[in-house]
């Protein structure tokens, strides 16, 4: 081993290091420690060798293992097949074939003669060549055909056939010669059995004493007569085409030369080739130096598009990445206002021990008047004023108890004539939503006239006519589209209860005060004891902390029938201002997005697409969302700079000076917050989008699949028009039969979500459906299983993998020299050829090619 770590000089001798050192007289440290450190470096390098080497044989064996596998299984099918189509033949079928294929031989081939004493026929073609032959003739003409068959023994020689030929002709026979079936000279001392029997194969050599007793046989074409042509001298021969092929001619079943002569026509008039040198123009034909130019042109510019496109997916992906940095919402303050929120509702809702009376525990459970009351003095004061939520770091800013009246009068009784006073009215001692009779009146009692139907007014005035109680007519509110309230000019404080929609009321401010908040509740007392159609309380909560408001709506609403439904609402307002990165942001998101709409209009513009030939589809159809991203964007930073030009330092001191201009303003910030986050949301709808629709653009692997998604937006629409209108069919039964009776069908928003679940695969509620209309929910339900869970619901599923195996088959004939050939045959272009259109229809005896087109 040599001193310098590498490869030993001659023959390496255990004990010895490098040329005649001896390792055990090696006394420093410092070397042996050096020659072990080489040792072992070289002995770790070895080993890695080592490993990787019986890898590579593992895997080899592994692959050879495999691969004896394999054939041994195809040894096996073989063998199957072997056994499974072996056919065993009897005598009689073995002499009757043998006796069809001697009689099918010797129709078509003779056996090759054997002595060459055997006469022949051979052909003989008269080459003449115009006015020669009348001096060159020795006699007259002998025949008048030019064509002659001759019978001639096999081991004649040429010069014999030549002497016969020349006779019948009457020529010179020393000047005439023989042309053979390729055109070339016939010497005359060869053999006839040379020239017109076909070639004897050659077997090997044996011994005479391992000769066979029977010569193997030679076989010919049953009379195929050797043609020879015979030439007088002077006469004039055709020039040889070196390019014609040699041989007698063959019929090339192949292709068709018609059909290749109308392909041919056909491709001429699409390209408008004419056959007319006259039509053409030679200034037309551009020189080798200008279509290098062009294409050095094209190459430049195929350039700077891919350098295009690649910038304007790097923008696109900042501008995505950015503009999620915007939705990272604050996940401290996020979890403590709603831990803050949920336990003000929980104060507002649970009643204490000794206020739990008529099993009403929580404000959810109310469902009479005394029980609101009782809440009122209960969780309510207890959580607004005493002791309140100054321990909770919360400082409430307003409650407000919002009155929604109904109708002093319907429409359908206005015309009744009612007694001018509620004097003739009586109210009984036990109830105090019960009216007594007073007695026979001329006109309908003053108490009936927020009654809904006149029918109802009649009844109940004949009834208090006679002395009986009649219930009161509870009023109901007239409702409210939220959309055209806010349109109006309206307030913002417009919600859902469980009972409909309502807006704007009479509010009263309540004296948060510990002194003052009784006498406020006390003003809220309804006489007569008759309770509005609803009610809220809304209370308005500031955390110190996050700079949220907090507003807790406890809605109470009456019913018909006089029950009272209470529910609760929890709606958060952000306070706090954006801070000086988000704007800058979301200003270099709206850029962004207006450099990959340029992007795109360059890219359209630059393949010659100009502004009067663009129409919806393919220019206004295509760039709408890039138009409307930006557009969404900047309504998104219009809205954000809204809601911070809010001023929330002086926002206690409003309520206390204005309190309906301070209300109006923190539900306006409530709206813009809300109109925002839509707006967000709608711009990560489109990015989502665009990252799917980039995916399918800029990666070839994908284009296929681009092609087979494109195909199927149309069925995918169409199964989704079905499974709307069968979702239309059965809300409208579903609205119809349970509408007045259960929340989750009660309107057109509530409908809809129920009947996606239901199509999803269940209804929460579907027990009380059923025992509300035993007979109709069973037939729904099984109209249900028949038309979406058997026929629509999967639908979908087999047009997605029959547009994938398009997919594939287009992917797969792109380079399979199968499509290859049939396109060339064709004379078809690579995209209009449709391989999952093409086959065979083998249902049909014989089996038909089918050839369709596409739709």
């Known amino acids: 081993m040599g001193d310098d770590g590498g490869e030993p000089d001659g023959e390496w001798i255990e004990g010895w290091l490098g040329p005649g050192r001896d390792i055990n007289k090696i006394a420093q440290r410092g070397k042996l420690q050096e020659i072990k450190t080489r040792v072992k470096k070289k002995e770790i390098d070895v080993n890695k060798r080592l490993a990787a080497v019986e890898n590579e044989c593992k895997k080899t064996q592994t692959e050879l293992n495999k691969c004896n596998e394999d054939l041994e299984k195809q040894k096996e099918e073989l063998e199957k097949l072997h056994t499974i ?140 007569n050797y043609q020879l042509t015979l030439v007088r001298a002077g006469t004039v021969i055709d020039k040889e085409d070196l390019n014609k092929p040699r041989g007698e001619k063959q019929e090339d079943f192949t292709f068709d030369l018609a059909a290749l002569k109308r392909d041919l026509d056909d491709t001429k008039k699409k390209r408008g080739i004419t056959d007319n040198p006259a039509e053409r123009r030679i200034n037309d034909i551009p020189s080798l130096h200008d279509m290098m130019q062009e294409g050095e042109k094209r190459k430049q510019q195929r350039l700077r598009d891919t350098i295009n496109r690649a910038v304007e997916l790097l923008v696109f992906v900042t501008g995505f990445v950015a503009f999620h940095a915007l939705l990272r919402p604050d996940r401290q303050c996020g979890r403590l206002t709603l831990a803050v929120g949920q336990r003000i509702n929980r104060s507002l809702s649970v009643f204490e021990e000794d206020e739990v009376e008529f099993e009403v525990e929580t404000f959810q459970d109310i469902t009479r008047e005394a029980s609101y009351k009782v809440w009122l003095q209960g969780p309510l004061t207890r959580t607004a004023v005493d ?26 009784v206005s015309d009744m004539t009612f007694c001018s006073s509620a004097t003739t009215t009586t109210t009984c001692t036990n109830s105090t939503n019960m009216t007594c009779g007073g007695g026979d009146q001329d006109c309908i009692d003053y108490s009936l006239r927020t009654c809904h ?32 309230y806010a349109l109006s000019g309206g307030d913002f404080s417009t919600f859902g209860g469980e009972m409909q929609m309502y807006g704007g009321g009479t509010r009263d401010y309540l004296n948060i005060s510990s002194a003052g908040f009784q006498k406020s509740l006390d003003d809220l007392s309804e006489p007569n004891g008759f309770f509005p159609p609803a009610r809220t309380f809304s209370m308005y909560y500031l955390t110190t902390t996050c700079q949220i408001i907090i507003v807790v709506r406890m809605v109470m609403e009456n019913t018909a029938s006089g029950v009272l439904v209470c529910t609760s609402q929890l709606t958060y307002i952000d306070l706090s201002k954006a801070q000086v990165w988000e704007y800058i942001v979301f200003i270099s998101c709206i850029l962004l997005s207006l450099v990959v709409l340029g992007f795109e209009l360059r890219r359209q513009w630059r393949s010659g697409l100009s502004l009067g030939r663009c129409y919806w589809r ?47 303003s923190l539900e306006g910030l409530e709206f813009t917050e809300r109109f925002g986050l839509i707006l967000k949301l709608l711009n990560l709808l489109f990015l989502d989008s665009f990252i799917f629709r980039f995916a399918l653009m800029y990666f070839p692997q994908l284009l296929y699949t681009q092609a087979a998604a494109q195909k199927l937006v149309k069925p995918l ?139």
């Open 453 to 484: 139907n006149e029918r109802v007014v009649s009844v109940l005035d004949r009834a208090l006519g006679w002395g009986h109680q009649a219930p009161a007519c509870m009023p109901t509110f007239g409702g409210v589209e939220t959309p055209l």
């Open 387 to 412: 002791p309140g939520v100054d321990d909770w770091n919360l400082f409430l800013l307003a409650a407000v108890a919002t009155t929604y009246e109904g109708p002093s009068h319907y429409d359908a």
């Open 717 to 855: 629409l169409a199964v989704m028009v079905y499974l709307m209108s069968l979702l239309i069919v059965f809300g409208t039964w579903f609205h119809l039969l349970y509408g007045n009776r259960f929340s989750s069908v009660k309107n057109f928003y509530r409908t809809v979500t129920s009947m996606l679940l239901f199509f999803s695969g269940g209804i929460h509620d579907w027990q009380e459906f059923y025992m509300e209309y035993k007979f109709m929910f069973g037939l729904l339900i099984f109209f249900a299983f028949i038309f979406m869970t058997l026929l629509f619901e999967n639908i979908a599923i087999p047009l997605i993998f029959s547009h994938r195996k398009e997919r594939d088959l287009r992917s797969h004939n792109s380079y399979h020299t199968h499509w290859t050939n049939i396109r060339s045959h064709k004379g078809e272009k690579p995209e209009d050829l449709n391989p999952a259109l093409v086959g065979w229809d083998f249902s049909k005896n014989p089996p038909k090619e089918v050839r369709r087109t596409e739709t």
């Open 618 to 664: 393919l220019c206004w159809g295509r760039n709408l969302p890039f138009i409307l991203l930006p557009v969404v964007q900047l309504a998104g930073f219009i809205t954000l700079v809204v809601a911070d030009s809010f001023d929330s330092s002086g926002l206690v001191t409003d309520f206390k000076v204005d309190p309906d201009d301070a209300l109006e």
């Open 85 to 224: 189509h072996a056919v065993t033949l009897d005598t009689d079928e073995r002499k009757k074939i043998m006796e069809i294929s001697k009689a099918a031989i010797e129709e078509f081939l003779e056996v090759r003669p054997p002595d060459m004493n055997e006469e022949r026929a051979v052909h003989v073609h008269f080459l003449v060549s115009g006015d020669s032959e009348v001096s060159l003739r020795t006699g007259g003409e002998g025949a008048g055909s030019h064509d002659a068959k001759f019978r001639v023994q096999l081991r004649q020689t040429v010069k014999t056939l030549a002497t016969q030929a020349a006779k019948y002709w009457g020529l010179d026979v020393d000047k005439v010669f023989f042309l053979d079936r390729d055109g070339r000279v016939v010497p005359d001392d060869i053999r006839l059995a040379d020239i017109i029997l076909p070639p004897k194969k050659e077997i090997g050599r044996a011994s005479d004493e391992l000769a066979t007793i029977d010569e193997q046989k030679h076989w010919t074409v049953k009379d195929d």
